[in-house]
């Protein structure tokens, strides 16, 4: 028997740092038929749990766990539109405590860093001012690492919070020894300050500089890590951004203005040249231009009229509408976008995955490794009676060698910070699928970046995806006695009464060259299968297939000609007489050919896939300057074409836009959906492209790329410092201070260096 499960995503308060994360997760993990993800860079957890559990045990877990949890708003649901806000968008009470707690500790460490590094300006009692000013910094300035030290102490865990408070905490408390019992509280006391551990007596050196020094550089660190969180997360909330707060909804004849959040599906509402359109609708009446490049990325108008599709948060660019609303809240395309960049910026890759498990053992390691490197120190001092082992003198006398333990053993704590690791994945990733939603391009999960780098070869869809899927003229063809835009124009007005797309195609070419006609069309007549027919001015026109027709040569040579190229020829006669031929066909998208090419130049090799016949594909893939064709399969020879393409030792990308390309996207190792196509491609996809376009693809997989390569060079860094950094400081080659603002900086890079994703230009065209 299956257990049903569900899913919710919480929102975390309390974590500090990548092992706070991974502390809830593991926790939440324990009970039974739970499976959850915590997420540092977002400060949420997403969890599958079975439906014995509700959300309040889960909750109750992380509190427990020593942290605050609540149900995230979910995008676009009624709760959210009562508030007209999300939780990133209210007041951050921690970044404006975190800005509080950085500038009066900056105000007060300033001079007692000045004071320690430049001996000439240690007046007499020096020391105690100092104590004055570094006091409320290191108490009420590290409140937060104290509070969050303590909270997991009480939970039997650690954490870099555990590290910073040693730390601190140590040199504050060995100062207040050394003036108080020791030598340095006396009158003119004066020592120096130097970047690296040196050997002094032990009871005449005071720390207060570095503790205070350290506190403010991890305020501040923490502060702007936090603050650049935020900015990462911008693209996303710029996307909820982008609805209508309210609508114009017609009642009767009368327009009434209504929250967004009372518009039901059915409602019929207007909209004005300027506005937005509210929702997800159907065009009842009237005609305009949409300015839909907010989410499609393109910035051209599409042209609207009754029975056209809308998407809610376009803007109606010209005309009048009235539309009627087919998808309301989380259901509409909006709320499915932001939904979808939110599920793939909360995924982890395997990258990350890796991080977090090092994490997870780094802080007790990193203990051990600063009592050894105090053991090891006062070990050396106490034994040796020559030169230190860094240089004469440097820890062989009696009244040295604890300063120089102490000072190696509180540089390892403050160094070894693991944020960095916890941030190098999460950042790039809120950051690009941020960026990539402003373009027009969804991500499903953080795995996908990983295939991107790894696919050798793309298959393309033809209809819809290389052509534009719609019925277009593409010739007209008489005899010489004549006229094509007559044959034309009559024709069209004969195929007004139809609804057959070959009608409308002629129909709409007619339109587009201007063409009108005089009288009325009578008589009309359709026949399945075989065409159309009416009488106009007295002569009676027919459109019909040209199979079983006796044509003369030139037309003939037109039919062969458009169906040797995949088009459709229909034959045009006056009173049974064939006058001329007007071919149909489906034509391709102007940027095809140069998106194909740049994909080539990308590394990738395209295949034409296609349910049409050899000839209409050689015809398409000529044109677009692809070399592999495989044509007339069925949607599961879709899915065979491309496993075997993949047993040839390719990895393999599949665009599409049908439902019968539904397999072959899930089949394929990457799969592109086109935004223009159904929702079942979408599902059955890895990416999706809002728009039709395949430079979108292009661009797709171009930041795709672009972000995996920022994540794993965020992880090389924040790997190579903490593997650098933490030697160094046991060989008690760093001052403390100086650890704690290197700490600080490296967080801060990595946040910085996922940022630049926001610069990310789609390809020129």
């Avoid at 007692?112 to 105690?128: E, S």
Wanted: proline share 4%.
């Amino acid at each position: 028997m299956s257990i049903t499960t569900e899913q919710v995503d919480l929102d975390i308060e309390g974590m500090t740092c990548a092992s706070c994360a991974n502390r809830i997760e593991r926790k939440l993990n324990k009970l039974d038929g739970v499976s959850a993800s915590v997420n540092y860079a977002t400060e949420q957890a997403h969890v599958e749990f079975p439906a014995a559990l509700d959300t309040a045990d889960l909750i109750t877990v992380v509190r427990d766990a020593g942290y605050q949890a609540s149900p995230v708003v979910t995008v676009g649901s009624v709760a959210d539109d009562e508030t007209g806000s999300t939780r990133d968008e209210r007041p951050d009470r921690e970044l404006d405590g975190l800005r509080q707690r950085l500038i009066v500790s900056a105000i007060l460490t300033v001079p007692v860093v000045v004071l320690a590094m430049i001996p000439a300006w240690q007046f007499t009692y020096w020391q105690w001012a100092s104590l004055t000013l570094a006091a409320p910094v290191v108490v009420w300035g590290a409140y937060p690492f104290h509070r969050a030290a303590w909270i997991n102490l009480r939970h039997g865990s650690t954490t870099m919070d555990t590290l910073v408070s040693m730390g601190t905490s140590a040199a504050f408390l060995w100062s207040l020894y050394a003036l108080f019992f020791g030598t340095a509280g006396e009158p003119g006391m004066r020592h120096g300050f130097d970047l690296i551990a040196s050997r002094g007596d032990g009871a005449a050196n005071i720390y207060l500089e570095a503790a205070a020094g350290v506190t403010t550089f991890l305020l501040a660190g923490r502060y702007f890590e936090k603050r650049s969180k935020r900015r990462a997360g911008d693209a996303l909330r710029a996307l909820l951004d982008l609805g209508a707060k309210d609508v114009a909804i017609l009642r009767g004849q009368s327009e009434t203005r209504i929250p967004l959040s009372q518009l039901v599906v059915g409602d019929e509402f207007v909209v004005r040249p300027g506005e937005k359109i509210a929702t997800d609708g159907i065009v009842v009446h009237g005609a305009s231009a949409v300015d839909a490049s907010m989410i499609t990325g393109e910035s051209v108008p599409v042209e609207v009229t009754e029975g056209d599709q809308v998407i809610g948060a376009t803007v109606n660019a010209s005309g009048r509408l009235v539309v009627r609303a087919t998808r309301v809240g989380a259901d509409t395309a909006l709320a499915q976008m932001a939904k979808m960049v939110a599920d793939a910026q909360a995924g982890k890759a395997d990258a990350q995955r890796l991080a977090d498990r090092i994490s997870a053992y780094f802080v007790p390691a990193v203990m051990v490794i600063a009592v050894g490197a105090l053991g090891f120190w006062f070990g050396a001092g106490s034994v040796a009676s020559g030169p230190g082992l860094l240089g004469a003198g440097s820890v062989a006398s009696d009244s040295g060698w604890v300063t120089f333990a102490f000072t190696a053993a509180v540089s390892v704590l403050i160094i070894a910070c693991p944020c960095a690791l916890g941030l190098a994945t999460p950042t790039a990733l809120m950051v690009g699928t941020g960026r990539g939603a402003q373009l027009g391009v969804l991500l499903k999960g953080p795995e996908v970046l990983e295939t991107t780098r790894r696919v050798d070869t793309i298959v393309l869809d033809k209809t819809g995806t290389v052509t534009t899927g719609e019925m277009t003229l593409q010739s007209v063809v008489v005899v010489d006695s004549a006229d094509a835009d007559d044959v034309l124009t009559r024709a069209a007005a004969v195929e007004a009464g139809s609804e057959h797309p070959i009608g409308a195609a002629i129909v709409a070419g007619a339109t587009r060259t201007d063409a009108a006609v005089s009288g009325a069309v009578t008589d009309f007549r359709a026949t399945e299968g075989s065409g159309v027919v009416g009488v106009i001015d007295g002569v009676r026109v027919t459109i019909s297939s040209p199979v079983g027709r006796a044509l003369p040569d030139e037309l003939a040579q037109a039919v062969a000609s458009g169906e040797a190229e995949g088009a459709t020829a229909v034959v045009v006669s006056f009173d049974d007489e064939p006058v001329g031929v007007i071919v149909i066909g489906d034509e391709i998208k102007p940027t095809s050919a140069a998106a194909i090419a740049e994909l080539r130049r990308m590394g990738l090799t395209p295949v034409l896939l296609t349910g049409d016949n050899a000839g209409a594909a050689e015809h398409v893939a000529r044109q677009v300057g692809i070399d592999t064709i495989i044509a007339g399969v069925t949607p599961q020879g879709k899915v065979s074409s491309v496993a075997e393409l993949q047993a040839q030792g390719h990895s393999v990308a599949m665009a599409g836009d049908g439902v019968n390309d539904a397999g072959a996207l899930a089949q394929a190792d990457l799969g592109l959906a086109m935004g223009t196509g159904t929702d079942v491609a979408m599902q059955a996809s890895d990416l999706t492209v809002v728009s039709g376009d395949l430079w979108a693809v292009v661009d797709a997989i171009r930041l795709a790329r672009r972000t995996l390569g920022t994540i794993k060079g965020n992880l090389f860094w924040a790997f190579a410092y903490n593997v650098a950094a933490i030697p160094v400081a046991a060989l008690g080659l760093l001052n403390p201070m100086l650890a704690g603002a290197a700490m600080a900086v490296s967080s801060v890079f990595v946040v910085a260096n996922s940022l630049r994703l926001r610069r990310f230009r789609p390809h020129p065209r």
